[in-house]
């Protein structure tokens, strides 16, 4: 039967905001409720999520704080938007965060699949805005960047910086961010990372929700927790990487580096090369 936590939980109790703690609030209250959900509802929306999101706590707390930390590092450059309104890497890093956010409420709450989708949105928004540096258009407009896998000539690898990366990464790891010249773009680690999360995002066999909770749910399934962990992990690499391609004078700053290794993730090579090699940042 379900039960309440005990108050002296402080996940036991909800608080909301008030109206000045938004950036465009004012000082006047909420109003009343003009459309109160009823109980039963509220209790089939949220009984479920909550007993998941209490074991999934309870469990990988250390995972949870590493995931938020890693947000917060990796958003900390996007302040700079406020001065250069049109950047398209910092465009793309800031709805990356939103993304990361995302991934990790829904990590927290068993929606292990929906988590991995965000992590695949924010592949594809980093590869957009990168596209994007590379064809001098501004963040936020309609145009897109137009990257495509698929092509063996796209323009983020034609930069010359990418193929100095590239030729390096191969030399040490055997492994490029792209695939090599003549080849589809999607022939190298970042590709390959695209595909892992794809899994995931399409609801390929193995991948579903009921494939992973082995049931109706959403139910807390500690093998999915940690396989979306790394997954979120290099996730978060990748984007870094891809961020400091696009705008090579960007700095993350000393506590990603720390971020990074309080995930308890043993990186790829290429991974950790990468990370190092173009963002001078350390995985572990």
């Given amino acids: 039967m379900a039960q309440k936590l005990p108050p002296e939980d402080f996940r036991s ?50 995972h949870l704080r590493a995931q938020n930390d890693l947000t917060v590092a990796f958003s900390k450059p996007v302040i700079a938007i406020l001065d250069e309104p049109d950047e398209p890497i910092l465009w793309a890093m800031r709805d990356v965060s939103d993304e990361l956010y995302a991934a990790t409420f829904d990590f927290l709450h068993g929606f292990y699949r929906q988590s991995v989708s965000s992590l695949r949105s924010s592949l594809e928004l980093m590869l957009d805005g990168c596209a994007r540096a590379a064809r001098g258009l501004p963040g936020g407009g309609r145009a897109s960047g137009q ?90 690499c990748a984007a870094c990487v891809l961020a400091s391609v696009g705008r090579p004078a960007l700095t993350f700053g000393a506590k990603i580096d720390l971020a990074f290794a309080s995930t308890e993730v043993t990186p790829t090579k290429i991974a950790s090369f990468a990370l190092s090699e173009v963002c001078g940042c350390r995985f572990v």
């Fill in 147 to 236: 990257f495509s896998f698929k092509r063996s000539a796209d323009v983020i690898r034609a930069a010359p910086m990418v193929q100095v990366i590239d030729d390096k990464l191969d030399a040490a790891c055997g492994r490029r961010l792209f695939g090599r010249s003549g080849h589809p773009a999607g022939e190298g680690w970042i590709g390959d990372l695209y595909g892992r999360l794809s899994d995931y995002a399409h609801a390929r066999p193995g991948r579903t929700l009921g494939d992973t909770w082995c049931s109706n749910g959403p139910i807390y399934v500690g093998a999915a927790v940690q396989d979306v962990h790394i997954l979120f992990a290099e996730t978060v």
């Fill in 13 to 62: 109790s909800r608080v909301v905001l008030d109206p000045d703690d938004f950036a465009v609030g004012d000082l006047e209250a909420d109003p009343s409720p003009s459309d109160l959900v009823d109980e039963d509802t509220w209790d089939h929306l949220t009984t479920l999520p909550t007993d998941v999101s209490i074991r999934t706590s309870n469990e990988h707390g250390r």
